[in-house]
């Protein structure tokens, strides 16, 4: 009955490890193609399988959403977002970090292609225009004191 029981745990554990490693070939696959989903759910054996977006955490096939070189799937408002915090919170516009990574990685240029328009760079820079200024008042503020 050991013998049995452990075969049938180890059957179902090489059933789920293949299934993943079906989902990281299709995202893989997908991203280093650059097409991007209107609807990011993988087709399995078993019916699809969503997919989440790597910002909010809501499956990608909520709406508009692509695949990022690295294999993440983001909904396109989501990256807009993302991209436009992380400029503004670093006060650049390289290196920016993944969603959920920290600084480990970063976006690729062609994570941002067809994304940014030069209103949201405006935008963004205004902003960094902004904050720049609001420390320099608290720095001359706090050297008064």
């Known amino acids: 009955a050991v013998k049995v029981h452990t075969t049938l745990l180890d059957g179902m554990l090489l059933v789920a490890l293949l299934f993943v490693v079906g989902l990281v070939i299709v995202a893989t696959t997908v991203a280093a193609k650059g097409v991007g989903w209107e609807h990011a759910s993988v087709k399995q054996e078993h019916g699809p399988v969503d997919v989440l977006c790597a910002h909010c955490g809501s499956s990608c096939g909520d709406g508009p959403a692509k695949f990022l070189v690295c294999g993440l799937c ?18 650049r516009y390289d290196r920016i970090p993944l969603p959920g990574h920290g600084n480990a990685e970063y976006l690729a240029e062609e994570d941002l292609d067809d994304i940014l328009c030069e209103g949201m760079q405006r935008e963004a820079q205004k902003e960094i225009e902004q904050r720049q ?6 720095m001359e503020k706090l050297k008064n004191e």
């Open 74 to 91: 983001i909904h396109i408002s989501c990256l807009k977002t993302h991209w436009k915090d992380q400029v503004v919170a670093m006060e």
């Open 133 to 138: 200024r609001e420390h320099a008042q608290l």
